[in-house]
């Protein structure tokens, strides 16, 4: 028989605890919206109770709102999908290691891009080192910055020495893992922004000799525990209070050094355990006996638009703020090679005069196709590929994906959307209107040209006084071209004389790949030194050589330079500088 009384009690503290769980919980918070945060936890066994454990979890996920958490021992796979399909905004990802339940996952905000998740180092020769469970590598994309984050839970145990001589020593396979991840990404993510993160079981300030990360710690200028002020610090901030001990890391690479050395950044042990009635027992019961590490990376804001008067090449978050000189001033890239060929082989090249990168996120190329389907406007416009940049005065090639394997192996990018000839290229700078218009009805500008939007040229347009230049030719900017042009009729001009372009015949691929930009100054004159008018400076002989009169008699050239040429026994040869002309021998007494 049920005490009423009792039950009405037990139904009155249950609630309480649920709504002291829901009001402690909504003051826990980690990420910010100017911050790329990553976090790791292990979830010991989880769910450690089946219901309760995915609820506190999920609710835990939301309020930490963190970018990414990876998380070590999810025992129970469906368990672990059916609590990320019902937590809003995020998506989970899990490694299936097939190893005692044991498996690495991660939960990704869904304002990330997700790129690519798998496995490394994940044959069947490295099962040992790394206890049957396999980094976790997952690849993301936020504000245009991809990020590698590596999750790994390393083998447990020890007794605190290295043994490099018992391949089963645990402190040694912790060590051999380690090693294996860092040659994975000195080899292969060296010059990206990587973060390994996870249940390293290992303690970061052991001594020189059996410290299993020394090979990390030794290679500081290329990689850093961001939490090493934990690890020596107060135990309090432990990452799992039961030993105590640190054993939940986070590693960076050099990539993310400043953006970490920020006064905002934040690299913290989150005492989760504090916004849980009953503290750290209860939340080892219901949730796990470790607590997460997270590292907060700032973002600056700024100006990112690389062209703008006030461009800051620290910001990460466009805040608005850009301002522009004019509207064409600071518009650098223009056109300097454009080529259309026989079968498929077409490409155009853009160049970057200007002594810094820039990015192509606000260009595109519009297209009118042949006769266009409204005079002056474009029939379609086409973006660079996410990410694309010029570098500093260099070239960026968009080439057909069919053209010549001289091409492709030149091409930044592969488009079909490249002129047949008698179809005007425009490199356009601003957002693409809502429906096609001329620049005069938007928000856009038209920088350079190949081509108009005035009609249908025929097979091509003139360039240079050569007909139908834009079919079956290639198109090289002349060197003394310092921007482009959005009037076609003076780039093209009349005459080799007044076009800003060279043309060339069909399948010239002779320039492709870089721009000549700086002219080489003709200076005409003599350049024969023995002239008595040479011109040191001149590079063209312009036939302009004088020579002093020859006399008839040769004593009145006196010889200058004078030097031994030859030796050969008793005999001597003399040679001299100057004259060159007369006489061809001297007598010596």
């Not at 021992?73 to 609590?83: P, T, W, Y």
């Amino acid at each position: 028989m049920v005490n009423f009384n009792n039950f009405l009690l037990a139904v009155m503290l249950f609630l309480f605890s649920k709504s002291n769980f829901a009001q402690s919980l909504s003051n826990l918070e980690f990420g910010e919206d100017n911050t790329f945060d990553v976090i790791t936890w292990n979830l010991e066994n989880f769910p450690k109770i089946e219901g309760t454990t995915e609820n506190y979890v999920s609710n835990i996920i939301l309020e930490l709102e963190s970018e990414i958490i990876g998380f070590q021992e999810i025992n129970d796979i469906s368990a672990f999908n059916d609590m990320m399909e019902n937590t809003p905004g995020y998506t989970g990802y899990v490694l299936d290691a097939n190893y005692g339940g044991i498996n690495l996952g991660f939960a990704v905000k869904n304002d990330l891009t997700v790129i690519d998740d798998y496995a490394i180092l994940s044959s069947s020769n490295y099962d040992y080192t790394f206890a049957g469970r396999p980094p976790y590598l997952i690849k993301v994309e936020k504000n245009n910055i991809e990020y590698y984050i590596i999750n790994i839970h390393l083998k447990c145990c020890g007794d605190g020495y290295i043994n490099t001589a018992d391949f089963s020593d645990e402190e040694n396979r912790r060590l051999i893992a380690l090693n294996h991840i860092k040659s994975f990404i000195d080899n292969n993510l060296s010059n990206q922004n990587v973060l390994v993160i996870g249940d390293y079981n290992d303690e970061l300030d052991d001594g020189y000799d059996d410290n299993v990360f020394q090979n990390f710690i030794d290679d500081n200028d290329n990689y850093l525990f961001a939490d090493m002020s934990i690890a020596t610090g107060n135990p309090q901030n432990f990452s799992f209070p039961n030993w105590p001990s640190h054993i939940d890391h986070i590693l960076i690479t050099n990539e993310l050094f400043d953006e970490f050395n920020s006064n905002e950044s934040i690299i913290a042990t989150i005492q989760v355990d504090n916004y849980i009635s009953g503290g750290f027992i209860s939340y080892d019961e219901l949730i796990t006996d470790h607590m997460p590490v997270g590292i907060s990376l700032v973002y600056n804001n700024g100006c990112t638009d690389s062209i703008a008067a006030n461009y800051n090449p620290q910001a990460i978050i466009e805040d608005g703020s850009c301002v522009y000189d004019t509207i064409n001033e600071n518009l650098v890239l223009f056109f300097s090679e454009y080529a259309e060929g026989s079968s498929n082989n077409k490409y155009i090249e853009i160049y970057n005069p200007t002594a810094s990168s820039v990015s192509l996120d606000n260009y595109a190329m519009a297209i009118a196709v042949n006769s266009p389907n409204q005079l002056g406007v474009y029939d379609s416009w086409h973006y660079f590929d996410i990410g694309s940049s010029v570098s500093a005065n260099s070239v960026f090639i968009v080439a057909h994906p069919l053209s010549d394997s001289t091409i492709l192996n030149n091409a930044d990018m592969t488009s079909i959307h490249l002129s047949n000839g008698d179809d005007g290229i425009a490199l356009v700078y601003g957002d693409q209107p809502s429906t096609n218009s001329s620049p005069q009805d938007s928000e856009y500008t038209i920088i350079d040209r190949i081509g108009d939007w005035n009609g249908d040229p025929g097979s091509g347009w003139e360039v240079a006084g050569v007909s139908s230049a834009t079919k079956d030719h290639t198109l090289v900017r002349k060197c003394l071209i310092e921007e482009g042009n959005s009037d076609w009729a003076t780039s093209a001009g009349t005459n080799t004389d007044d076009s800003e372009w060279i043309v060339l015949e069909q399948d010239d691929w002779t320039n492709l790949g870089s721009h000549n930009s700086e002219c080489v100054e003709v200076i005409l004159g003599c350049n024969d030194i023995t002239a008595t008018n040479f011109n040191q400076f001149a590079t063209d002989d312009d036939g302009s050589c004088e020579y002093d009169a020859i006399s008839e008699d040769p004593c009145d050239y006196v010889p200058t330079g004078l030097y031994v040429d030859n030796i050969i026994h008793n005999r001597v040869t003399f040679n001299w500088a100057s004259p060159t002309v007369a006489p061809s021998h001297y007598m010596i007494r």
